[in-house]
């Protein structure tokens, strides 16, 4: 167990460590042996296509759903033996919306307190303040079927804050928002963030990823492909920036013949490199391109490289 | 790792009032809609049955005709409200509204929340019964005090046919299918267990059948007994098989909702 040691000698445990984590649904395994740990007040994100095993992974976490093998601790207990006070600490955004439809933005949040044993007024008070902290106070008495998308979601994140969680897990907290909605999320996640609280997310957005996590892991086929920091694996994986020209014979035999490594995507050709000058030169040179567009490396090349470009169901 | 078995007795926490809290506060905010079925319930069964049919059928065992079928308009009451409640209600919850997914991502266990729906299911039917008592009191054709008793009753009744209810809902693959028990199985045991007319009246197997299946049976022969009144000591017997009843299907419709629920 990696602790970390503050001053009086206590150990302060890993908000989540998980070790060799398998989960299994008949045949199909979700999650195939992962190992990662979230460390307190850290933005971790889980990336992957569709069917990686991130929400498997979310949802054992969040003590809803039993692992199959391996050892998981959330604040240092097993979330089989302890789901109850593990709960207690944890605000769940679920990637669908299941807000109560027979209750108030107000109705909700209170009663959702109220899950939590926390008292009336307490309740009460939570309740108006969160409804504040997502811009919702005008929605207050409205029934939560005549909100929009994005105020759903934004309720939805509200209602996750109401007993003071000491983890979020949030699973796509901003899927099909407009660009408004998402901003509004991100900037009251790093407000969350300062003040200290430890979240993990999910999400297919990999701007998202880039902007908000600290640390983060690629998922595909339920294992983990590559763990670090944005910008540290864009460098690792992505080269520092990228050479995209339109795809002709000329251009890729000319490639070839320099020995630069690309990458053929559609009608266009990528390269990726520490130095988009030598090879914009190379190019404009030897190979007479049509268009050439150099632009920094992103997360997401690093996503597709590791991936692959093949659609997921 | 904790082996769930679909007769292991459920872990129960007192949490499970906070779902039944939520249910009864839903119910309150809607009472007008919600107080006015059991309401003219009572009446219809009064005047269609007791008035119509009574005019010709004037008492049965020496009963009149209309205080024979007062406790069975309750025992019905009690049954239709349980049992709709813990299929339709519950089904709508859980799938549609995803009301369960939301309460078990709080400390409350999915345990917890059928408890908490099945509690509810039980005080639905107590409440229907608290409406109609006054009604069939203004018509005289219950006595009191012993038909006060069936207010606890119901609550008995209410938590059997809540129990039978929600082990179809963890059990149907759509909304649709849940019509099958109410038609094959809630209908007919509304018209066959003593309710309209005496048991003693269908052929000997059948009744056999009835006192040893039909769960309604068994409450209509307590609620009679209460409101006649005409306590024997036969109610005991009846008492114990609802309870053992309801005890069953309480615990394998939670193990099955687990089954179905957490994966």
Redesign the interface.
């Known amino acids: 167990m990696s602790n970390h040691w503050i001053t009086g000698g206590i150990p302060i445990p890993d908000i989540i460590e998980a070790q060799d984590l398998k989960k299994k649904f008949g045949d199909l395994i979700a999650v195939d042996g992962i190992s990662f740990t979230v460390k307190k007040g850290e933005v971790f994100g889980f990336l992957g296509p569709n069917g990686a095993g991130k929400t498997s992974t979310m949802k054992i976490i969040a003590c809803v759903s039993p692992r199959t093998s391996g050892t998981v601790q959330v604040f240092g207990r097993d979330p089989d033996i302890y789901p109850a006070e593990i709960k207690q600490r944890l605000g769940i955004v679920p990637q669908e919306t299941n807000l109560d439809p027979d209750f108030t933005c107000y109705g909700n949040l209170f009663t959702y307190a109220r899950y939590f044993d926390i008292p009336p007024d307490i309740a009460h008070r939570k309740a108006e303040e969160l409804l504040e902290f997502v811009q919702l106070t005008e929605k207050r008495d409205v029934p939560v079927e005549k909100l929009s998308g994005g105020m759903k979601r934004r309720l939805i994140l509200a209602r996750a804050l109401v007993n003071n969680p000491d983890l979020l897990i949030l699973d796509e907290p901003t899927i099909g928002l407009d660009p408004q909605a998402r901003h509004l999320i991100w900037e009251r996640l790093k407000l969350l963030q300062a003040q200290g609280n430890t979240i993990v997310l999910t999400t297919h957005y990999l701007d998202e990823a880039a902007r908000l996590c600290d640390r983060l892991v690629i998922m595909d086929n339920g294992k983990i492909l590559v763990e670090g920091s944005p910008a540290g694996l864009v460098k690792e994986y992505g080269g520092n920036e990228i050479v995209e020209v339109e795809k002709s014979e000329e251009v890729l035999s000319c490639l070839l013949q320099k020995n630069i490594p690309f990458e053929v995507i559609g009608e266009s050709v990528q390269v990726a490199t520490g130095s988009s000058r030598d090879v914009a030169r190379i190019l404009f040179d030897t190979c007479s391109p049509n268009k050439i567009l150099t632009r920094p490396a992103t997360l997401e090349d690093v996503f597709l490289k590791l991936t692959g470009r093949k659609l997921r169901e | 790792?904790?082996v769930h078995h679909i007769w292991s007795v459920p872990r129960i926490?007192r949490?499970a009032w906070?779902v039944w809290?939520?249910n009864l506060?839903?119910f309150f905010?809607t009472w007008k809609v919600n107080f006015f079925p059991p309401l003219i319930e009572a009446f219809l069964y009064l005047f269609a049955i007791g008035m119509g049919i009574g005019t010709y059928v004037k008492e049965i065992d020496g009963i009149p005709y209309v205080n024979f079928i007062a406790p069975a308009i309750l025992a019905i009451s009690v049954m239709n409200s349980a049992f709709f409640e813990c299929t339709y209600g519950s089904y709508v919850r859980m799938y549609y509204?995803?009301?369960f997914?939301?309460?078990?991502?709080?400390?409350?266990?999915i345990e917890d929340v059928i408890a908490g729906e099945l509690l509810w299911g039980a005080t639905r039917s107590v409440l229907y019964v608290i409406i109609m008592l006054p009604v069939l009191a203004l018509f005289g054709v219950i006595s009191f005090p012993t038909s006060l008793l069936a207010i606890p009753l119901a609550f008995l009744g209410g938590l059997m046919f809540s129990g039978i209810a929600m082990c179809f809902t963890a059990i149907t693959p759509g909304i649709d299918t849940l019509n099958y028990p109410s038609f094959l199985l809630i209908t007919p045991m509304a018209l066959f267990s003593g309710t309209f007319f005496p048991l003693t009246l269908l052929p000997i197997l059948f009744q056999y059948f009835a006192l040893a299946l039909l769960p309604l049976t068994h409450l209509v022969a307590i609620m009679r007994m209460l409101t006649l009144p005409a306590l024997t000591g036969v109610l005991v017997l009846h008492l114990a098989w609802i309870i053992i009843v309801t005890a069953i299907f309480c615990i394998v419709a939670i193990n099955l909702m687990r089954k179905r629920l957490?994966?």
Do not use: E, G, N, Y
Not at chain 2, 101 to 109: E, N, Q, V
């Open positions: 790792m904790i926490s949490r906070k809290h939520r506060v839903v905010r509204q995803k009301s997914d939301a309460m078990i991502a709080t400390p409350l266990s957490i994966v």
